[in-house]
């Protein structure tokens, strides 16, 4: 036989091995069959965004697209052979928009540095938005949550002693200022409002930084008596925090305080003996 035709006739035998499932090459689908697609909880500060992703479903928020949620239908794929494991996910808005949406996740320990969970994020993303911008955050898987509420026994936390902080310690002051801080929480958006600093200001105004529980960032200043905000702004990552900012942090009663290790929880109450919130001081 020609050698034409003798590796015409092996190309020939290669593939109808392949074909039928022959020879010693694994089959490595890309599909995540659906009892095991993962679910993820991804956000960002560039300037804030976050995405869930739950199987065939996400829903992502970015204040750079105007504070909306839009919702998107697809699919993930993985590599299976790679180490560490990298997940894709693509979708399309099904708001009739026909934007996309997608998103390249990888198992890494990723720490976002605008956010006050601890430990740090499991996964690293890189999200290609409908605008066609490509940003990058940190992920959890989404049954996997930093701490479940019922580990801080709320009712068992010991009374804050305000004039026992140090006088460099923002929440000194805290039964004072808190009228302004009340009506910069009401603005904030987003889940678990808190803030992270106070301070007074000439004029009767008070400024404050504030955060939500999606890791969104922002600045208010209002009038000490809490009628009016003169000021209220998101910031992004290229603001700068300020000195001593998140080490104390206070949350208003019907919120659940900060979770992670690195936090211990007081109870305040205001002089009347009602509870007005909850302190929490960072020890990391």
């Known amino acids: 036989m020609r050698p034409y035709h003798t590796r015409l006739l092996a190309l020939a035998l ?37 995405v869930q992703i739950e199987g065939t479903q996400a829903r992502y928020r970015s204040l750079a697209d105007g504070d909306t949620e839009r919702t998107y239908e697809g699919e993930f794929q993985w590599d299976t052979t790679a180490e560490p494991a990298v997940f894709e996910w693509n979708g399309v808005d099904t708001g009739g928009t026909r934007g996309r949406l997608s998103a390249s996740i990888r198992e890494e ?4 540095t605008m956010s006050d969970e601890t430990p740090p994020f499991s996964h690293w993303i890189r999200l290609r938005a409908p605008s066609g911008r490509e940003v990058t955050g940190c992920c959890r898987v989404a049954d996997a949550p930093v701490a479940p509420r019922g580990e801080i026994a709320l009712d068992e936390l010991p009374l804050a002693n305000l004039e026992a902080l140090e006088a460099d310690v923002w929440a000194r002051d805290l039964i004072e200022l808190r009228p302004a ?3 910069c929480l009401s603005r904030v958006s987003g889940s678990g409002p808190r803030v992270t600093y106070a301070w007074p200001i000439e004029g009767g105004m008070v400024g404050a930084r504030l955060r939500n529980g999606e890791g969104g960032w922002f600045e208010c200043v209002a009038t000490r008596d809490g009628v009016s905000i ?13 000195q001593h900012e998140n080490r104390v942090v206070f949350t208003p009663p019907e919120q659940y305080p900060p979770s992670g290790n690195c936090y211990e929880h007081e109870r305040v109450l205001d002089a009347q003996g009602e509870h007005v919130g909850w302190l929490s001081f960072n020890t990391c």
């Open 14 to 50: 290669v593939l109808a091995s392949v074909a039928c499932g022959g020879g010693d090459q694994e089959e490595r689908p890309t599909g995540v069959p659906a009892a095991e697609q993962p679910a993820f909880r991804c956000q960002g500060n560039e300037p804030f965004w976050n």
């Open 230 to 242: 003169d000021r209220f702004d998101a910031l992004t990552s290229a603001d700068f925090p300020l």
């Open 181 to 183: 801080l009340e009506i």
């Open 109 to 112: 320990r990723c720490l976002d």
